[in-house]
């Protein structure tokens, strides 16, 4: 057997090394690159807009707010006393719908005028077309209640849907559904955003509009100490309203009753 010329080794030596680290630097077939998601692949966050028409008689704007999407708060605040009938003669005045521009300071004028406290369950959308109403109820020392966003039935509506109506809502302890409509899901989400559910004892139909004596009588009729009392400064035309309050506090503040509002 001939052995290579001497010359020749260091020329195969240095063929075999090319050959090695040419293998090295290729691409093994079961080695798995991944890129950054695209901008166009990655979720945004977004909010549903609210058609121009205003809805239950409120007059409409050139820009209805939109609905936020508000998570559900960390932490469960302290809980409030809810043993209402505790406090003696004392009635919970309640109302839905608003603010409105028009009624919601007569509402207010009137509670002045009794020394009454109250409880304004509003609705987000108002509540966005209106904060300097929310700010005079509050200052006046009345609580602000969760009606939902838009008052939407929540029983009519998908588990995304209920969260996005309550969340989107006024900030409070307290929720009252529209039209009293709820269930144990709808409890479960409320819970979720650490809110109470209030309903009412004694409904005044006012939103019914069947006049002032229907009205007064009916706030007379229920008052018992720690009822909650159900009327309306919102979704249309609340003079009956407006007069059967007056009517009813003059009468009821005669008889030792005193008006405080929910802790929401």
Not at 46 to 73: D, F, Y
Not at 117 to 146: C, M
Not at 212 to 221: D, M, N, P, V
Request: a positive charge; charged letters at 20%.
């Amino acid at each position: 057997m001939t052995k290579p010329p001497g010359r020749l080794l260091p020329l195969v030596a240095a063929l075999l090394c090319g050959a090695v680290l040419a293998q090295a630097a290729t691409p093994s077939a079961h080695t798995v690159t991944s890129a950054a998601p695209s901008a166009e692949a990655t979720p945004q966050q977004g909010s549903l807009t609210l058609p121009v028409t205003s809805k239950r008689g409120e007059p409409s704007s050139a820009k209805q707010p939109t609905r936020p999407v508000v998570k559900p708060p960390a932490r469960k605040p302290p809980a409030d006393d809810w043993n209402l009938a505790r406090h003696g003669k004392v009635l919970y005045l309640t109302f839905d719908d608003g603010p409105q521009r028009e009624w919601t300071p007569k509402i207010l004028q009137v509670l002045r005028k009794h020394d009454a406290r109250a409880t304004f369950f509003v609705l987000g959308i108002q509540a966005a077309q209106y904060p300097e109403l929310i700010a005079a109820e509050r200052s006046a020392g009345h609580s602000v209640g969760n009606h939902t966003w838009d008052h939407k039935t929540l029983t009519q509506l998908p588990d995304a849907r209920i969260r996005q109506e309550i969340g989107a809502g006024v900030k409070s302890k307290c929720l009252r559904p529209p039209t009293g409509a709820t269930n144990a899901k709808i409890q479960a989400i409320a819970t979720a955003y650490h809110q109470r559910q209030v309903l009412w004892d004694v409904d005044t139909k006012d939103w019914e509009k069947p006049g002032t004596a229907r009205i007064e009588h009916a706030i007379l009729a229920g008052a018992r100490p720690g009822a909650i009392i159900l009327l309306h400064d919102g979704g249309g035309n609340r003079a009956q309203t407006v007069a059967a309050l007056d009517n009813a506090l003059t009468k009821l503040t005669k008889l030792g009753y005193r008006y405080r509002a929910l802790p929401c």
